[in-house]
C-alpha cells in the first residue's frame, strides 16, 4: 500500500524499483497498480493477513505484512488473549518493523482488549530485536516518523531460546542470535542487531548541539510514546531502546534482561553461559523526554541509563533487583556521552533497590 504515491519517474527514469533483499534473485511475471478511494484512517486486525495467536506457527510474516499496509493514523490490533485459555502469542521469528516501508505519522499498536494484554515471543532462530520502530535498509528519513503509540502488548524476548554470542565469544551471527532478516547487519557487534526486545530508535540530529527537535522537525522522531507494556527475558543489548525527542515511557515492567553474575564460580541466571552477555532495562537518549511510574526487575547492564538530552525528566520509577544471583552495574546512569547539555535533566523520586545475593549477584551503584 503506497500511502501517498507520487509517479514521476523520479528513480532513473522508473517508478518501481525492485530489492531482492539479498536473498537471491526474485521472479517477477506482473506488476499491477491499483487506485483506491482515500478511505481516512483504518484499524487493521494482523489476524486478517493470516497471524494467529491460538497456534504454534510463526507470525512475522504475516504481522509485517499488515505494517508494510498501514498509513499514517491507521490503528493495528492484535488479538488480545495472554489471561485466555488456549492463548500462544503471536511467534516472533524475524525482527517487526513498526513503521513498515516508509516513516509513518500516527500510527496506534494496541490489543483489541486493553485489559487483557496481546503478547509477541521470541522463537529460538529470531535475529535481533523482536521488534523495532523502522528498518534501517528500508528507510532513509526517519526524523519523519512521529506521533507513535503503543500499548497494552506483553513482549518477551526469548532469554532462555537465544544468545549473545556463540562459541566464538562474539555477537556476529555464528551460532548466536545476532543479525537481521533484512540486509541491516553487515558488521559484527553493532547494538542495532543485537537479540533485544523492543527497539525504538527514531531519527535525531546528532550534530545538533542546541537539540533543537521544534525548530527542525524533519531531523527528529518526536512523540513516541510507549504505556502499559511488560517486557521480559531479554537476552542481551536492551530491553527497551528509547532515541528520539518528546517521547513517553509510562507504566512499563521490564522483568530480567540479560545476565550479570558478579563473582567466579557462582551459577548464572540463565544457563546459555554468556559471559558478559548484559542488558539495560532501558537504554535513553534525546531531548524533552517523560520516563515516570516504570518498573525494571533485574537488568544486568543499567535500570534506566540516559545519554543525555536537555529537558528529560526521570521521575517515579522503580529498579529493582530480587534474590538470588541476579546483578547489575547500577539502578540509574547519566552518561551524557552524546549530548553533554543537560539543562533541566530532572532524576527525582525514584527508588532503587537490592535484595541480591551480595557476592555472587546485587547492585555496584544505586544512582
Not at 556463540?166 to 542487531?193: F, H, K, Q, T
Request: hydrophobic share 35%; proline share 4%.
Amino acid at each position: 500500500t503506497l500511502c501517498d504515491a507520487y509517479f514521476m519517474n523520479r528513480d532513473n527514469g522508473a517508478d518501481f524499483r525492485l530489492s531482492d533483499n539479498f536473498d537471491g534473485a526474485e521472479s517477477i511475471f506482473a506488476v499491477r497498480v491499483i487506485i483506491l478511494p482515500e478511505a481516512g484512517a483504518q484499524t487493521i486486525q494482523v489476524d486478517d493477513f493470516g497471524a494467529d495467536p491460538f497456534d504454534d506457527q510463526p507470525d512475522s510474516a504475516a504481522i509485517q505484512a499488515a505494517l508494510d499496509s498501514t498509513c499514517d493514523q491507521d490503528t493495528v490490533v492484535f488479538t488480545s488473549g495472554v489471561e485466555s485459555p488456549g492463548y500462544q502469542g503471536y511467534w516472533i521469528d524475524q525482527t517487526l518493523f513498526l513503521t513498515g516501508s516508509a516513516a509513518k505519522q500516527g500510527l496506534i499498536l494496541t490489543a483489541s482488549d486493553p485489559a487483557n494484554h496481546a503478547q509477541w515471543r521470541a522463537t529460538a532462530d529470531l535475529k535481533g530485536f523482536v521488534a523495532r520502530l523502522y528498518a534501517r535498509s528500508r528507510i532513509n528519513n526517519p526524523g519523519m516518523i512521529d506521533d507513535i503509540e503503543i500499548s497494552s502488548i506483553d513482549m518477551h524476548g526469548g532469554r532462555e531460546l537465544r544468545q549473545c554470542q556463540g562459541a566464538d565469544g562474539v555477537s556476529n551471527g555464528l551460532d548466536d542470535n545476532y543479525g537481521s532478516w533484512l540486509p541491516e547487519c553487515p558488521a559484527i557487534d553493532d547494538p542495532w542487531c543485537l537479540p533485544g526486545v523492543l527497539g525504538l530508535d527514531g531519527g535525531g540530529n546528532w550534530a545538533d548541539t542546541s537539540q533543537n527537535y521544534l525548530g527542525r522537525p524533519d531531523e527528529w522522531s518526536t512523540n513516541v510514546v510507549v504505556h502499559d507494556l511488560r517486557i521480559e527475558q531479554g537476552e542481551c543489548g536492551t530491553a527497551l531502546a528509547f532515541f528520539s525527542a518528546g517521547g513517553r515511557i509510562e507504566n512499563v515492567t521490564i522483568d530480567t534482561a540479560g545476565d550479570h553474575v558478579h563473582a567466579a564460580g557462582c551459577a548464572f541466571t540463565d544457563a546459555d553461559g554468556d559471559v558478559g552477555a548484559w542488558s539495560d532495562g532501558i537504554t535513553l537518549f534525546g531531548p524533552g523526554h517523560t520516563i515516570t511510574g516504570n518498573t525494571v526487575v533485574n537488568p544486568s547492564d543499567i535500570g534506566i541509563v540516559f545519554f543525555g538530552g536537555k529537558n528529560t525528566n526521570i521521575s517515579n520509577n522503580t529498579i529493582k533487583i530480587t534474590a538470588g544471583n541476579y546483578g547489575a552495574f547500577g539502578g540509574i546512569a547519566l552518561h551524557p556521552w552524546i549530548f553533554g547539555d543537560i539543562g533541566g535533566l530532572q532524576i527525582n523520586g525514584n527508588t532503587v533497590a537490592s535484595e541480591g545475593d551480595p557476592r555472587c549477584g546485587g547492585l555496584h551503584t544505586g544512582i
